[in-house]
């Protein structure tokens, strides 16, 4: 008998609990990817993207990746799926066009999830293309996308 009076009262806390709870949660957001704008496909031949260590140095190396117009495409940015270039929010990059002969460095990317009531998030983000910051003021939405902005 005495079990069955705790079990009853713990299940009545915790209804009434959950009952007045004001829940809140983290927003969420895809991974930031890279956005090409004003490139064409003479351009695009290869696109060297290296990522390293979040210092702001870009000394020390963790990866090489080269991208072909295999990869994106012989055309022009304008239908260009930029989602190929993802990027991690631990980490800078440099992002060469040899055939361009022009190189941007990423650094200090970093998102600002806002606690919300549920179904109403808001997001910041942030980076620095070439020691220039960039910020993008909060978006409605839970998975709002955000994107680095490379112009030609």
Not at 8 to 31: G, M, P, Q, R, Y
Not at 77 to 84: E, F, K, M, Q, V
Request: overall charge neutral; charged content about 15%.
């Amino acid at each position: 008998m005495n079990n069955r009076y705790v079990l009853t009262l713990t299940v009545l806390f915790i209804s009434i609990f959950l009952f007045e709870c004001n829940c809140k949660h983290v927003c969420s957001s895809s991974a930031p990817y890279i956005k090409l704008v004003n490139f064409d496909s003479s351009s695009l031949r290869s696109v060297i993207v290296k990522a390293y260590n979040n210092n702001g140095q870009f000394n020390q190396l963790q990866s090489t990746r080269v991208l072909t117009s295999g990869h994106l495409g012989a055309t022009d940015t304008s239908t260009l799926d930029t989602n190929i270039i993802l990027l991690d929010f631990f980490t800078d990059y440099s992002v060469e066009f040899p055939a361009i002969s022009r190189l941007w460095y990423i650094r200090g990317i970093s998102m600002q999830p806002t606690k919300m009531a549920a179904g109403d998030c808001t997001n910041g983000f942030s980076y620095y293309l070439n020691d220039t910051l960039h910020s993008i003021p909060p978006a409605a939405g839970a998975n709002s996308t955000f994107h680095v902005d490379i112009a030609r």
